[in-house]
């Protein structure tokens, strides 16, 4: 009789049974979620009831009223540029950039920026209504970074903005910006004034003076636009950010309405910028790294200008050798380092203003009253 063989036995490793176990629980698992998913009884439903609003808080009753008044008055600017196509004599408008602006006055003139348009071979502006325009230059001036245009619409598709001042700003003011900023019209972004009197580095490369800081959220499309206070009127146009990242972190900055103010209508009448003038000639840059000064090292005064009546020296050299001058520290209370900046003091006012110069005179600070002149 033979032996009976044996069935042989499967042996589990322990490895295998964790495995067999995360398969039954995951099995079992599914089946009820799957059936929490696939459940088909049903029972009946209606829209939550909705609770009263109430009436809207005050400021917020503020912030539409103003929204809704002035954003008539801001427009959209898109510039292009002619390219020439590959192998051919015919020209393709290529898109440049986009900004925003505001209406100066019924006859068409519109504000922005002189960046917004650099470089640009035509621009067009869209209003409110959605109607798009195409814009002619009126003039420019980079060195304020301002420019005008103008185009044909109605008097009534182009509302004017309300102009104010800066000169009374205080920091902690609410201010309300709007624009375009990456192209969404009509966006409304609102803040406080952070600080006054900042002197930046323009997108030009020009400096510029007395600008408006603000956290109001300013981002690229936004450049052009009105800074506006809470009563609706102008006090700034948007000009710059302050980031790392190209977008907003709350570090903005607004050309005071004073500057525009000053700037636009002699853009509208001659197409440029020409303040008035004190009478001096500036001395080379060497002559005031040698002197040890930042200010407006004076080498020649202009006979029978204000700057001579008023007495102001120029440069000269001592019996001894060295080099003696009037140095202009600030215009009218603002500190310069060169003409540009002086220009940039003087735009805002007319001839036969009368400014004070503070003056370094060897170790002597002086003011004295000096009355502009046209150039």
């Not at 009976?4 to 099995?27: D, F, M, N, W």
């Not at 003011?173 to 969404?184: E, R, S, T």
């Not at 005071?256 to 001659?270: H, M, Y």
Request: one cysteine or more; a negative charge.
């Amino acid at each position: 009789m033979e032996p009976r063989q044996r069935t042989p036995l499967v042996t589990c490793t322990p490895v295998a049974l964790v495995l067999v176990l995360l398969v039954l629980v995951s099995i079992l698992a599914w089946d009820r979620i799957g059936g929490a998913f696939t459940r088909s009884t049903h029972v009946d439903a209606d829209p939550r009831p909705i609770a009263a609003r109430g009436d809207l808080a005050a400021d917020e009753r503020a912030t539409i009223e103003l929204f809704e008044r002035c954003s008539p008055s801001v427009v959209h600017i898109t510039t292009t540029r002619l390219a020439r196509r590959s192998f051919s004599f015919s020209a393709l408008e290529m898109p440049v950039g986009t900004g925003s602006g505001y209406v100066w006055d019924e006859r068409g003139y519109v504000v922005t920026n002189a960046h917004v348009i650099a470089d640009a071979s035509k621009a067009y502006v869209t209003l409110t209504d959605n109607s798009e325009w195409s814009a002619s230059l009126v003039g420019a001036a980079p060195e304020y970074d301002i420019a005008v245009l103008q185009i044909d619409a109605t008097r009534a598709q182009m509302p004017p903005i309300l102009v104010g001042t800066s000169k009374d700003l205080r920091v902690g003011q609410k201010v309300f910006a709007i624009g375009n900023p990456f192209g969404l019209d009509h966006t409304l972004t609102t803040g406080i004034i952070s600080a006054l009197g900042r002197d930046i580095l323009g997108a030009n490369r020009v400096q510029l003076k007395g600008m408006i800081q603000t956290d109001a959220a300013i981002n690229p499309g936004n450049s052009g636009g009105p800074l506006l206070d809470s009563a609706g009127r102008l006090i700034g146009m948007n000009t710059a950010i302050y980031t790392e990242t190209g977008s907003n972190v709350g570090i903005g900055f607004a050309l005071p309405v004073d500057v525009v103010n000053a700037v636009v209508p002699q853009l509208i009448r001659n197409g440029r910028v020409v303040p008035p003038i004190i009478g001096v000639r500036e001395a080379p840059d060497q002559v005031k790294r040698m002197l040890g000064v930042d200010g407006v090292v004076i080498a020649s005064v202009e006979p029978g200008s204000g700057a001579d009546k008023a007495g102001v020296r120029s440069l000269e050299q001592e019996e001894d050798g060295s080099i003696a001058a009037d140095v202009i520290l600030s215009v009218a209370g603002e500190k310069v380092s060169n003409l540009t900046d002086v220009r940039q003091v003087l735009v805002k006012y007319r001839p036969g203003d009368a400014v004070d110069l503070e003056l370094l005179r060897g170790k002597e600070k002086k003011t004295v009253s000096v009355v502009l002149q046209g150039r």
